[in-house]
């Protein structure tokens, strides 16, 4: 890191968290709350920390956590593939139940860590990506409903940790943890802060919100940013293929990379400073909303994983995975089909949650979906979430309902349902702290076997 001042780094860290906005662009973040947050409240009978990914755009399961290994010969129209299934597909990783497609083969290391839920229904129509996200990531269909992470950082937050995040969330006014947005760790010069006197390091903050003094009140504790710092500069060496023979683009050179969002949030594991952080994987450059061309989606999904999958290595070297719950969510899969623009469109019948770490039972798959392709009634093929019997925790074979049945409004017995998303979330927060359900006006349905016994 680079040499500066003490003024220089007040400086540069007031005006990154206001460019940041978390002085006014994150509305629902308010300065108030992260004051708030320094405040004592009682910690989770479990000691887990939890990591939400949020690859955003709708990452089609088929290359990654749910690919095609049927034999049966299928028009693009009704299966687009970009890959040979025989060749391309690690099928029953390490005799589990898990296959990866093209994609995800740097998650192989893992599978022993790792669960899969499938077949994960959204919905019965097109309900555009801000309701998605919103309702996978908060288990609830209101837009106004607070992200489980948050309601896992109001829980599990002590006094003095951030919630950490690298884009807008969602919480409720009576949440009143601490946040920090990765960008702000960034720009600070961590190695700067050793020694000085505190009249000088509050010098551009006495006529601020109490909040930012407590922020860097934070930053004082220097065993903490030590820690901090010295993980930081281990992860720029840290390179992206380094758990996998999958490359992606110019990353096997031998030069330092950026730091990635997720590696503010390691550091911070490691040296104490959180136990809950949601990192959104956006890249523009990588798009995976283009509904066109999805020969691309292949390596742009691949650099997705490959992130996840040296974040899991690093945790796992650092003792930490077991004591980290890491959940990979997506809005939905994509259709089946080849569109007019050699793309593929969304799918809310299906989608795919990938769990890791945190007491997680290994090689464990729920779920699935099926696919019903292009038919005079219905010209476009479609993947549905295949039921799920809550009290024999398996799937019911597809023949035992009609096509017509596998919507939201069939007529089931009650431990009878579509997988969905407050079924995974219910069955988290019940290993994490029962009291969590709460959240739910009717508690969900959830699984027996995804955590060790």
């Not at 088929?62 to 690690?90: A, I, M």
């Not at 309701?131 to 609830?140: D, E, H, P």
């Not at 696919?371 to 295949?386: C, F, I």
Request: glycine share 6%; charged share 20%.
């Amino acid at each position: 890191m680079s040499k500066t001042n003490r003024r220089q780094f007040i400086s540069n860290t007031s005006a990154s968290l206001a460019g940041l906005g978390l002085f006014s662009t994150f509305s629902s973040v308010s300065l108030r709350a992260l004051a708030a947050g320094l405040e004592g409240r009682e910690s989770s009978a479990q000691d887990l920390n939890v990591v939400v990914f949020r690859a955003i755009g709708g990452m089609d399961s088929t290359l990654g956590l749910h690919p095609w290994v049927g034999t049966q010969s299928l028009s693009e129209k009704d299966l687009f593939l970009t890959y040979n299934p025989t060749r391309d597909v690690l099928n029953r990783v390490a005799g589990t139940n898990i296959s990866l497609g093209l994609s995800a083969h740097c998650l192989a290391p893992f599978v022993n860590e790792m669960a899969i839920i499938r077949g994960v229904s959204m919905g019965a129509s097109d309900i555009g990506h801000p309701a998605a996200i919103q309702y996978v990531t908060s288990a609830r269909t209101s837009d106004t409903a607070p992200h489980m992470s948050a309601e896992l950082a109001q829980k599990l937050t002590k006094a003095e940790q951030f919630f950490i995040a690298n884009s807008s969330f969602q919480k409720s006014q009576k949440q009143n943890f601490s946040i920090l947005l990765t960008e702000s760790f960034k720009t600070l010069n961590i190695a700067d802060l050793n020694g000085g006197d505190s009249d000088d390091l509050f010098s551009l903050y006495k006529t601020k919100d109490l909040a930012v003094n407590r922020y860097i009140n934070l930053l004082k504790q220097q065993n903490k940013l030590s820690v901090l710092s010295d993980v930081l500069a281990e992860m720029k060496n840290i390179k992206l293929n380094a758990t996998s023979d999958v490359t992606y683009g110019s990353q096997n050179d031998s030069s330092e990379q950026s730091l990635y969002d997720e590696d503010i949030v390691l550091a911070s594991l490691v040296a104490g400073l959180t136990r809950v952080a949601q990192i959104d994987l956006i890249d523009e450059s990588r798009n995976l909303d283009t509904h066109a061309n999805h020969y691309l989606h292949a390596g742009y999904q691949t650099y997705r994983w490959q992130r996840i999958a040296r974040f899991l290595k690093v945790l796992q070297n650092k003792n930490l995975l077991q004591k980290t719950l890491v959940v990979v969510l997506t809005e939905f899969n994509r259709s089946p089909g080849r569109n007019e623009n050699a793309g593929k469109d969304h799918n809310y019948t299906d989608n795919t949650i990938a769990l890791f770490g945190g007491g997680i039972k290994g090689g464990t798959v729920i779920g699935d979906h099926q696919l019903h392709v292009s038919s005079a009634r219905n010209p476009y093929s479609v993947w549905t979430g295949s039921f799920y019997d809550f009290n024999k925790q398996s799937v019911l074979p597809y023949s035992t309902f009609n096509a017509e049945s596998n919507s939201d409004n069939a007529q089931l017995p009650e431990h009878i349902s579509l997988i969905r998303p407050e079924n995974v979330w219910a069955t988290l927060l019940k290993q994490i702290d029962p009291r969590l359900i709460s959240q739910f006006s009717v508690e969900p349905k959830t699984f027996k076997n995804l955590f060790k016994a």
